[in-house]
């Protein structure tokens, strides 16, 4: 099954609010997606995609993915789509670095696999553990009766777990926020607060020591050093995030003893198979993981889905779903969707989503013969 044409569209996804990180550090009102088709000899293909956060969250931004598909595109044609494994180190070989640009191919390669083997993506990866996914909510910054209202409107959706996001202004307020949100949660729910690097790490340490949270405490700090010193310092969980980029991030970070967990995101560490190696190394030193994309629509997220379910239960959180920010939606009623808090992937072959070609209008981009 050799690769045969590379097509790729670039799609403008107004999100249906202005989303705030860390206090209004990160701001933003749509992202920059890049959605591609794989074709092959055998009229199977496969769909990918690459969409960062906006271009304020990480070393990454919509632009970047096409300008390196310019290099690693025309690499691929002619090559056996099955061999992921080594068309991922030719990738490294022709672009080091540079992993957000490879995941849309690589997610594309696997949906390919699940094709032609005529299996879920999931029982490629290891196999479904369950039968769903726990999906959990994201609120954003504001006062702490503002924060408790949206975690009440998220659990009258079905949420249990949610993502609250702190940072920006006195500490004092990120402690009543927390104190707040503490003070709401029923018993069978959880709280991550994600920092989203917001705090130094005189400010964690005085927040985290002062509120009482049982929960997670997410990338407190803006790098790796800072946010190990200080999980030194205090008792709470740390997970970590937009510091890990590789496989050896994750084993300085189980050697320096710097987290309980971290974020899987297929976007920020190159795709899935990257992504599956990370997931298995945490799994084996028993760290808990969220499991879900940067961005995007329905199908990155689709593609993290499948990561998530094939994942050991015990080792996993509930994840984020992107594209319930979107307005826009290229496979409507197809892929990983909200259920009452649950995501249930279709047992058919490869990811299952097939974006609709009118949406997705012209390509800017055609490697291989028309
Ligand atoms: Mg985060």
Same mark, same amino acid.
């Given at each position: 099954?050799?690769?045969?044409?590379?097509?790729?569209?670039?799609?403008?996804?107004?999100?249906?609010?202005? $989303?705030?990180? #860390?206090?209004? +550090?990160?701001?933003?009102?749509?992202?920059?997606?890049?959605?591609?088709?794989?074709?092959?000899?055998?009229?199977?293909?496969?769909?990918? !995609?690459?969409?960062?956060?906006?271009?304020? $969250?990480?070393?990454?931004?919509?632009?970047?993915?096409?300008?390196?598909?310019? &290099?690693?595109?025309?690499?691929? /044609?002619?090559?056996?789509? %099955?061999?992921?494994? +080594?068309?991922?180190?030719?990738?490294? @070989?022709?672009?080091?670095?540079?992993?957000?640009?490879?995941?849309?191919?690589?997610?594309? /390669?696997?949906?390919?696999?699940?094709?032609?083997?005529?299996?879920?993506?999931?029982?490629?990866?290891?196999?479904?553990?369950?039968?769903?996914?726990?999906?959990?909510? #994201?609120?954003?910054?504001? %006062?702490?009766?503002?924060?408790? #209202?949206?975690? !009440? !409107?998220?659990?009258?959706?079905? $949420?249990?777990?949610?993502?609250?996001?702190?940072?920006?202004? =006195?500490?004092?307020?990120?402690?009543?926020?927390?104190?707040?949100?503490?003070?709401?949660?029923?018993?069978?729910?959880?709280? %991550? $607060?994600?920092?989203?690097?917001?705090?130094?790490?005189?400010?964690?340490?005085? @927040?985290?020591?002062?509120?009482?949270?049982?929960?997670?405490?997410?990338?407190?700090? !803006?790098?790796? *050093?800072?946010?190990?010193?200080? +999980?030194? =310092?205090?008792?709470?969980?740390?997970? &970590? *995030?937009?510091?890990?980029?590789?496989?050896?991030? =994750?084993?300085?970070?189980?050697?320096?003893?710097?987290?309980?967990?971290?974020?899987?995101?297929?976007?920020?560490?190159?795709?899935?198979?990257?992504? +599956?190696?990370?997931?298995?190394?945490? %799994?084996?030193?028993?760290?808990?993981? =969220?499991?879900?994309?940067?961005?995007?629509?329905?199908?990155?997220?689709?593609?993290?889905?499948?990561?998530?379910?094939?994942?050991?239960?015990?080792?996993?959180?509930?994840?984020?779903?992107?594209?319930?920010? /979107?307005?826009?939606?290229?496979?409507?009623?197809?892929?990983?969707?909200?259920?009452?808090?649950?995501?249930?992937?279709?047992?058919?072959?490869?990811?299952?989503?097939?974006?609709?070609?009118?949406?997705?209008?012209?390509?800017?981009?055609?490697?291989?013969?028309?």
């Amino acid at each position: 099954m050799k690769i045969k044409r590379i097509t790729v569209w670039q799609k403008t996804l107004p999100l249906s609010k202005p $989303y705030w990180l #860390s206090g209004g +550090r990160l701001k933003f009102e749509a992202l920059d997606s890049t959605i591609l088709r794989i074709e092959t000899d055998t009229g199977l293909s496969g769909w990918g !995609e690459g969409c960062p956060w906006g271009h304020t $969250y990480l070393p990454a931004f919509g632009g970047g993915i096409r300008a390196g598909l310019e &290099l690693l595109a025309p690499q691929l /044609l002619g090559q056996q789509a %099955t061999a992921i494994d +080594r068309l991922n180190q030719m990738m490294d @070989v022709v672009l080091p670095g540079h992993p957000y640009i490879k995941s849309p191919i690589d997610i594309a /390669l696997w949906d390919l696999l699940g094709k032609h083997a005529e299996l879920p993506v999931y029982t490629l990866l290891g196999g479904a553990d369950g039968d769903h996914i726990d999906v959990n909510s #994201s609120i954003s910054t504001g %006062t702490p009766d503002e924060m408790v #209202s949206l975690i !009440e !409107e998220a659990r009258a959706k079905g $949420y249990r777990t949610h993502s609250a996001k702190l940072g920006g202004g =006195h500490p004092q307020t990120d402690i009543d926020r927390i104190e707040a949100i503490e003070a709401a949660l029923q018993p069978d729910e959880f709280v %991550t $607060y994600d920092i989203n690097r917001a705090w130094t790490p005189a400010v964690a340490i005085e @927040v985290m020591n002062s509120a009482s949270a049982r929960g997670w405490f997410e990338q407190p700090c !803006e790098t790796f *050093d800072q946010c190990r010193h200080v +999980r030194q =310092h205090t008792t709470q969980p740390i997970m &970590l *995030d937009e510091c890990m980029h590789s496989l050896q991030d =994750h084993l300085d970070g189980w050697r320096y003893g710097a987290c309980e967990g971290v974020k899987v995101k297929p976007n920020r560490l190159g795709g899935l198979t990257k992504s +599956r190696q990370v997931r298995d190394f945490c %799994t084996s030193v028993g760290w808990r993981m =969220h499991i879900e994309d940067v961005g995007g629509t329905v199908l990155a997220d689709t593609a993290a889905m499948h990561l998530a379910l094939s994942t050991k239960a015990e080792n996993r959180l509930a994840s984020w779903l992107a594209h319930a920010h /979107l307005i826009d939606d290229p496979a409507p009623d197809q892929g990983a969707r909200n259920r009452d808090g649950k995501v249930v992937l279709p047992d058919k072959p490869g990811l299952d989503v097939e974006p609709d070609l009118d949406w997705l209008g012209e390509p800017v981009a055609v490697y291989g013969a028309v």
